[in-house]
């Protein structure tokens, strides 16, 4: 079965940091660029980073950029956001998304493989 599994959510207190992970299983991500999105209560998807497939290449939306860290281990078949300084509006159901391609974008409409997402929860 091909599937991508995310890891790693969790509740965290303002400031703190979290490292989500995301594996692949039954299918190698050498051939993919993967995106990280997340999807608050009431809000649209919003696409936050992004990486190609050597890792060379990497997006960062404004409202993480300097906070969050995309980062890439083909050889374990597993893409990381290091996310650190978080925020409570940072509070959302993380996903990644596969997209085979060797440059990323952050348009989720592009990605046709999702995993079933990890739950962050930013609060005192």
């Known amino acids: 079965q091909l599937q991508l599994v995310e890891s790693g959510g969790g509740l965290v207190q303002p400031g703190g940091s979290l490292r989500l992970s995301c594996a692949a299983a039954?299918?190698?991500?050498?051939?993919?660029?993967i995106g990280w999105f997340r999807q608050a209560p009431g809000k649209d998807r919003e696409g936050i980073s992004c990486?190609?497939?050597?890792?060379?290449?990497?997006v960062y939306a404004d409202s993480v950029k300097g906070r969050f860290t995309i980062s890439r281990d083909n050889a374990k078949n597993t893409v990381y956001l290091q996310m650190n300084n978080l925020k409570p509006e940072d509070t959302a159901v993380y996903y990644c998304?596969?997209?085979?391609?060797?440059?990323?974008?952050?348009?989720?409409?592009?990605?046709?493989?999702w995993g079933q997402g990890t739950q962050v929860t930013v609060s005192s």
């Open positions: 998304a596969a997209l085979l391609s060797r440059i990323c974008v952050l348009s989720s409409s592009r990605y046709n493989r």
């Open positions: 039954g299918f190698t991500l050498d051939y993919y660029a």
């Open positions: 990486i190609s497939t050597l890792g060379s290449n990497t």
